[in-house]
């Protein structure tokens, strides 16, 4: 039997879904207790993890920020950010007024596990109890699709527990899925600066076109091939300033723009830093030598 609870006000609501099963399975791979999405505002928002029966939570915050307490720590649980708690523990998490600006909104499932317990103590193994996650992960989409049919309060429990089971799995795979979504990206940036470099760009313009942040376009492109993506950036433009004065009297004026310099003087500081000498002298040696022995 599903039991909605759904409240609005101002500021805060609820759409909540609670699940009461008669034991038609005795142990069951999974059992979904409650799903649900909240906004909360005030300090009245406050659970103890003590105080629960034994279940699991996992709770993802899609905006603002709350609380959480785990073994004395007190963490900010950010947008994009969840965490997974096994009840009964000691942790409690809640939204202050003083620390959280914004009010928070979230989506959670509380579960029973019986055989798939194994795979919730792999997921605290390696995941911990704080686990990031784009919106656009798996496991985040399965959330949504847990609730959308929990709000339609027709589907079957035995489905529905399933679905948890799938997330679970979505869950223990975050680590591969993030490398897969990690290297998607990285190629992405690396397309976009291959094409736009000759413009005026910046890692900004990349992150944008990539639909991430700088910082975490940043972080993933330097974890992956082990430089910054505003480095590469400036090895592809100096690459080009290369051909460019090897193989054409062209001006460094016009060769700066084409490159994508904001400006020739910046050009020619850029290309002394990393070929040693500056354009004029590059141009000379290539002249007389016929060859080049840089490596940018």
Not at 246 to 274: D, E, R
Request: net charge neutral; aromatic share 14%; proline share 4%.
């Amino acid at each position: 039997m599903c039991e909605r609870e759904k409240i609005s006000g101002k500021k805060d609501w609820k759409d909540n879904y609670a699940f009461h099963f008669l034991n038609d399975v005795e142990h069951p791979v999974v059992r979904l207790n409650a799903v649900g999405k909240e906004r909360c505002s005030t300090d009245a928002y406050y659970w103890d993890n003590s105080r629960r029966p034994d279940c699991y939570l996992f709770q993802y915050t899609l905006n603002g920020s709350g609380m959480v307490r785990i073994e004395g720590e007190e963490l900010v649980i950010r947008k994009g950010t969840g965490f997974f708690l096994k009840m009964p523990g000691p942790e409690c998490y809640y939204f202050d007024e003083k620390k959280n600006e914004e009010p928070w909104e979230f989506i959670y499932m509380l579960f029973e596990c019986g055989p798939a317990e194994e795979y919730c103590r792999y997921i605290e193994g390696h995941l911990g109890k704080i686990i990031e996650l784009p919106i656009y992960s798996l496991a985040v989409e399965l959330m949504f699709e847990i609730h959308a049919q929990a709000k339609r309060q027709n589907q079957s429990p035995f489905l529905l527990g399933s679905m948890v089971f799938s997330f679970l799995c979505a869950l223990c795979s975050v680590d591969r899925e993030k490398e897969k979504m990690s290297t998607t990206l990285i190629n992405n940036a690396k397309s976009c600066m291959e094409k736009m470099f000759a413009q005026p760009i910046g890692i900004c313009d990349v992150a944008a076109f990539c639909h991430v942040s700088q910082s975490h376009l940043s972080r993933e492109f330097y974890k992956i091939t082990g430089t910054r993506p505003n480095e590469y950036l400036t090895k592809l433009r100096l690459e080009k300033a290369v051909d460019m004065l090897g193989a054409s009297s062209t001006s460094l004026a016009q060769i700066s723009a084409s490159c994508g310099f904001s400006s020739t003087n910046y050009f020619q500081k850029v290309f002394k830093k990393h070929m040693g000498m500056s354009p004029v002298q590059f141009r000379k040696y290539v002249k007389s030598e016929g060859y080049l022995k840089f490596q940018i």
